[in-house]
């Protein structure tokens, strides 16, 4: 009898194989998706997004890595999601030797060093677009609190100091009808401009080259050199990106430039502005306020900044609503998976 049944194996085994042989397929689905990291925080659709393409480690916590921990978390991973505080250099890329894209949630990439990921192979991208007209409402929120000097009349009504209506009390800067300069005239500059006409404003430029003819007249503005622009404009706005050579761009010397009824604005990148200058200035009355979206070292900002009445602070988040947040974290997502599949990223940095 049992020799009949030679050749045929039990039901129990048959179905044991069968568990194991369907466990192995799900499993070698699994592990055929590359591995990614997501550096930091990020909106649950994001995530969800990213899991049907990758293995997705993230970082619920929110806390950012130093650079051992990164590359430590980055050893096995193709792909990652980063963000500003996420420094990609040659050291980090030696470390990650499976590593094919970063991914920058930001339109500025100053985090990453480009030539070093162009000699590792490895694509960095950016969100580019997706915030310009937040974060040129942002810069508006900016000018207008530091001409009217909003945030110090709060202050002074919260401390329970008013006592009454005063003809003289906040005086501050008309905005409407004033000139407003911009340095750097891309897309979140011609934004900014573009809001400026709605208070009749004049408006001026300064880029390393002029912008055709039909942008300068959508945006009503006009093209002056560096040395014009601080000396006619009565708020001064930068949007440039950060590199070696918009280091250091406001400093000293071109805030003496400026009137001493004059404001600065800046959400643009810390480092484009001499922060210990702009102290100085604004302690000494060289311009009479500035509005801050970004600083030299962050989160450390100088603390002289703090004592100060006439600068209007903020922690770097002139793209921060929420619609142009999850855009941003999307649009880096869509990147990575370009990038993982072969193809180009909509947002290539680095040529390949
Ligand atoms: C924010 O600062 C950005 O670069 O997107």
Known sequence: ???????????????????????????????????????????????????????????????????????????????????????IDATLLSRCPNLKAVCNIAVG????????????????????????????????????ATARRLTEAEAYLRNGQWDGWKLKQFLGLDVHHATLGIFGFGRIGQVVAKRAIGFEMKIIYHDIQEVPPEIEKACHANYVSKEELLAQADIVTIHVPYSPATYHLIGERELEQMKPTSILINASRGGVVDDSALIDALRKGTIAGAGLDVFENEPKLNPHFLELKNVVLSPHIASSSRNTRVKMAMLAAQNLVAALNGKTPPNLLNPF
């Open 109 to 144: 990439y100053n985090n990453i060093d480009l030539d070093a990921c162009t000699k590792a192979r490895v694509m960095a991208t950016n969100t580019p677009g997706v915030l310009d007209d937040t974060t040129g409402d942002f810069t508006w929120a900016l000018i207008l």
């Open 1 to 87: 009898m049992r020799n009949s049944f030679k050749g045929l194996r039990p039901f129990s085994e048959i179905l044991f194989s069968s568990l194991m042989q369907a466990e192995k397929l799900s499993n070698r689905g699994s592990l055929m998706k590359p591995k990614v990291l997501v550096t930091r925080e990020v909106f649950d659709e994001v995530l969800n997004y990213l899991s049907q393409y990758f293995e997705v480690t993230s970082n619920p916590s929110d806390i950012p890595m130093d650079s051992n921990t990164l590359s430590e978390k980055l050893y096995d991973k193709e792909g990652a999601l980063i963000t500003l505080s996420d420094k």
